[in-house]
Antibody, heavy 123, light 107 residues
Framework: QLQLQESGPGLVKPSETLSLTCTVSGGSISSNIYYWDWIRQAPGKGLEWIGNVYHSGSTNYNPSLKSRVTISVDTSKNQFSLKLSSVTAADTAIYYC???????????????WGQGTLVTVSS | DIQMTQSPSTLSASVGDRVTITCRASQSISSWLAWYQQKPGKAPKLLIYKTSNLESGVPSRFSGSGSGAEFTLTISSLQPDDSATYYCQQYNSYPWTFGQGTTVEIK
């Protein structure tokens, strides 16, 4: 059974960089039919897509965050990572990693999610 | 960006009721729409993908329909376990976007 697990600091100071890692177990991050995504949810709010990475390292980002976001992949560790720079209180949220499935026949969107990790931006 | 608008924002229904949630896109997204269920403190769970395809393990009382820019999620017979917030999401074009959510309460 595929599992995704987010890890990283739960508290980040304003203007610093938020760094999270998602470890994938029970499956390979190098499969050709998956993208690996980050999604966040501010407390009591809806879902916001941050961006994704393919096993080759190619990325797609939400334009609203693009200037501050870097998503990378480490296939040797079966992990992918998120860096969000110059954070403010508005970046306080639960951050989820998720798998996006898209084969030659259909795309299923986000079929597996991590449990999420709360990151608070505060001094 | 494609804007996704769900209605209603909240609904209250009784066990056994038929419940319908609507999701409208600001432009055509073909059939690239997914529905998720989220319970408090949990990650969203995929229910429906590509408008009408039931994810494995999801009860058959959930169904999806629509095309273009208007879509619906139907729960044919509401159960107590269905109390949750439901989100639609388009994956026709980047950036992927979600509706604001519909909270379903059991009377």
């Amino acid at each position: 059974q595929l599992q995704l697990q987010e890890s990283g600091p739960g508290l980040v100071k304003p203007s610093e960089t938020l760094s999270l890692t998602c470890t994938v177990s029970g499956g390979s991050i190098s499969s050709n039919i998956y993208y690996w995504d980050w999604i966040r949810q501010a407390p009591g709010k809806g879902l916001e897509w941050i961006g994704n990475v393919y096993h080759s390292g190619s990325t797609n980002y939400n334009p609203s965050l693009k200037s501050r976001v870097t998503i990378s992949v480490d296939t040797s560790k079966n992990q992918f990572s998120l860096k969000l720079s110059s954070v403010t209180a508005a970046d306080t949220a639960i951050y989820y990693c998720a798998r996006y499935q898209c084969s030659s026949t259909t795309c299923n969107s986000f079929d597996y999610w991590g449990q999420g990790t709360l990151v608070t931006v505060s001094s | 960006d494609i804007q996704m608008t769900q209605s209603p924002s909240t609904l209250s229904a009784s066990v056994g009721d038929r419940v319908t949630i609507t999701c409208r896109a600001s432009q055509s997204i073909s059939s690239w729409l997914a529905w998720y269920q989220q319970k408090p403190g949990k990650a969203p769970k995929l229910l429906i993908y590509k408008t009408s395809n039931l994810e494995s393990g999801v009860p058959s009382r959930f169904s999806g329909s629509g095309s273009g820019a208007e879509f619906t999620l139907t729960i044919s017979s509401l159960q107590p376990d269905d109390s949750a917030t439901y989100y639609c999401q388009q994956y026709n074009s980047y950036p992927w976007t979600f509706g604001q959510g519909t909270t379903v309460e059991i009377k």
